[in-house]
């Protein structure tokens, strides 16, 4: 298993853990330089967009990936985790719904948690 596949595993199961909703993998490496990978999750409401943050922080630290960025706070409703390779994005479902990454990164290619 490559780094960029475990790294994918580990930020879906722990979005998966805490019930986030609507879970995507887009590969975004053949039409970016900014990652291979994102990974797109929302919430419900603001405490579970902040729960589902901290637990892809935490799982990923425990599985020895270092956070490169992040963009927002304990209040945001749009939430990016960059890890390099692998961008995950957590939202609110409003917000989601209006910024709407997957039409914008529409050329990428949706990939399957199974295929992994």
């Known amino acids: ?14 979005l998966d853990e805490k019930k986030g909703e609507d879970i995507k993998i887009i ?13 797109i999750a929302n919430g419900n409401n603001i405490s579970q967009v902040q729960a589902l943050v901290d637990n892809v922080e935490e799982k990923m ?13 304990k209040s945001s409703t749009w939430v990016l985790l960059d890890f390099g390779d692998v961008v995950v994005h957590v939202f609110d479902t409003e ?19 199974e295929q992994l």
């Open 1 to 14: 298993m490559t780094e960029q596949v475990k790294m994918l595993k580990t930020a879906y199961r722990a």
């Open 27 to 39: 590969d975004i490496s053949d039409i970016s330089v900014v990652a291979d990978y994102f990974i």
């Open 61 to 73: 630290h425990e599985a020895g990936f270092t956070i490169k960025r992040i963009e927002g706070n």
């Open 95 to 113: 917000d989601r719904l209006f910024y709407d990454l997957e039409r914008i990164w529409s050329d990428g290619k949706i990939i399957d948690i």
